[in-house]
């Protein structure tokens, strides 16, 4: 079993910035594909960014790129979502995940959120 604990949301204006952490118990991420998910309100969860188990990969939903940066270290066992120029339309609970896929796509384990609020 994997526990994954989020912090790092809050409520941030548009155009700001918010750095979530994840951290993880109970075995080494090392051996995860991890990955972060959204969920607005009224809106399905959706797929934001993932990272390859050496963290040499990266992926993001469209939406993300150019302004989301993951990224992780094994040796802490704690992976990061850098959000930069943030928008309201990224307020969301926010779901760190780690993935035996490969794309993270069909997650193993999931944290149990955090929040993050952008107002405009």
């Known amino acids: 079993q994997v526990q994954l604990v989020e912090s790092g949301g809050g409520l941030v204006q548009a155009g700001g910035s918010l750095r979530l952490s994840c951290v993880a118990s109970?075995?080494?991420?090392?051996?995860?594909?991890m990955g972060w998910f959204r969920q607005a309100p009224g809106k399905e969860r959706e797929f934001v960014a993932a990272?390859?188990?050496?963290?040499?990969?990266?992926e993001y939903e469209d939406s993300a790129l150019g302004r989301f940066t993951t990224s992780r270290d094994n040796a802490k066992n704690t992976v990061y979502l850098q959000m930069n120029s943030l928008k309201p339309e990224d307020t969301a609970v926010y779901y760190c995940?780690?993935?035996?896929?490969?794309?993270?796509?069909?997650?193993?384990?999931w944290g149990k959120g955090t929040l993050v609020t952008v107002s405009s």
């Open positions: 109970g075995h080494t991420i090392s051996s995860y594909v």
């Open positions: 990272i390859s188990r050496g963290g040499g990969i990266t």
């Open positions: 995940v780690a993935a035996r896929d490969p794309r993270a796509r069909r997650p193993d384990y």
